[in-house]
């Protein structure tokens, strides 16, 4: 057994909405910044852009903050960064993702997001790395997520809280995207639960279903955020095609390696983005 300390959001008498609040509240004590007006998730391949979207005023490693979890995976940072942007904004930068996979529920997945939403971000940016189902998509292309389809047969809602998801991925967004890229590719993501990699069966499934993009976060995260109110935009690095696209098996470090190889270029583009918000 771990004597790692207690995290609050296990105990099922907990309310999440209370812990993402004491949450905000350590965040804004700890940073001095009252108010974040926006938030970024920094999946794999996009944590270069918490540097160059503004100027880093605080840093907290993320498990110091109540309900955040240690980091379970290296290359994932557990950091929560306060980034003072060039237009006076402020944005929370997320580098402390928990996984549906970690099978920790899914109130942990989703305390960030909540957390961001309680610390005053009225936009939620969530980015990751994931495969291509689109041949014509290399390693290293950003694509924009559209919508999804949540294959891991769990929401962050609890009891009979009914949310809708038309215009999921904010249009509105989405827009700005474009005119600062204008041949970014959209994509229908899809979540399934992981931690293995799909099979090319599977893979085949998504692409039927309507399918463009293979993950293993972002669904739950998104579905929380609109519960909270939030804009959101989704990004994919596409870090490998889906198992079956490409002929070659998937390996976690191909997917760091694509990760990083991508990084200065996405986290620019994420940076111009931001600057545009
Ligand atoms: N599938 C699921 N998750 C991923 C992949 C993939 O092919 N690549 C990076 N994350």
Not at 11 to 33: H, Y
Not at 81 to 108: F, M, Q
Not at 142 to 156: A, C, E, R, Y
């Amino acid at each position: 057994m771990s004597d790692a300390p207690r995290n609050l959001l296990d105990d099922p008498t907990a309310d999440p909405f209370d812990v993402a609040l004491r949450a905000a509240n350590q965040i804004a004590e700890r940073t001095g910044v009252e108010r974040h007006e926006i938030a970024l998730t920094l999946g794999s391949g996009w944590g270069k852009a918490a540097e160059l979207i503004g100027e880093t005023t605080a840093t907290i490693p993320a498990h110091e903050i109540e309900g955040f979890s240690r980091p379970a995976l290296e290359g994932h940072v557990g950091t929560l960064r306060s980034v003072l942007l060039p237009n006076g904004k402020r944005a929370l930068v997320i580098g402390a993702r928990t996984h549906y996979y970690e099978g920790h529920g899914v109130r942990r997945v989703v305390h960030s997001v909540r957390t961001a939403a309680a610390a005053g971000a009225e936009v939620m940016i969530l980015t990751n790395g994931a495969g291509g189902i689109r041949e014509s998509w290399s390693p290293g292309t950003p694509v924009l997520i559209s919508d999804h389809i949540n294959l891991t047969g769990d929401s962050p809602l609890e009891g009979a809280t009914f949310v809708d998801l038309t215009d999921l991925y904010s249009a509105r967004l989405r827009a700005i995207a474009h005119s600062i890229e204008t041949d970014l590719d959209e994509g229908v993501y899809c979540q399934f639960r992981g931690p293995h990699y799909e099979t090319p069966a599977e893979v085949q499934m998504a692409k039927t279903i309507g399918g463009h993009i293979v993950g293993m976060s972002t669904a739950l995260e998104a579905i929380a955020a609109r519960q909270a109110g939030m804009e959101i935009l989704g990004l994919s690095l596409i870090t490998n095609l889906a198992a079956g696209i490409q002929s070659t098996p998937l390996s976690h470090l191909e997917v760091l390696e694509a990760g990083r190889d991508a990084e200065p270029v996405i986290s620019a583009l994420l940076a111009r983005i931001v600057g545009a918000l």
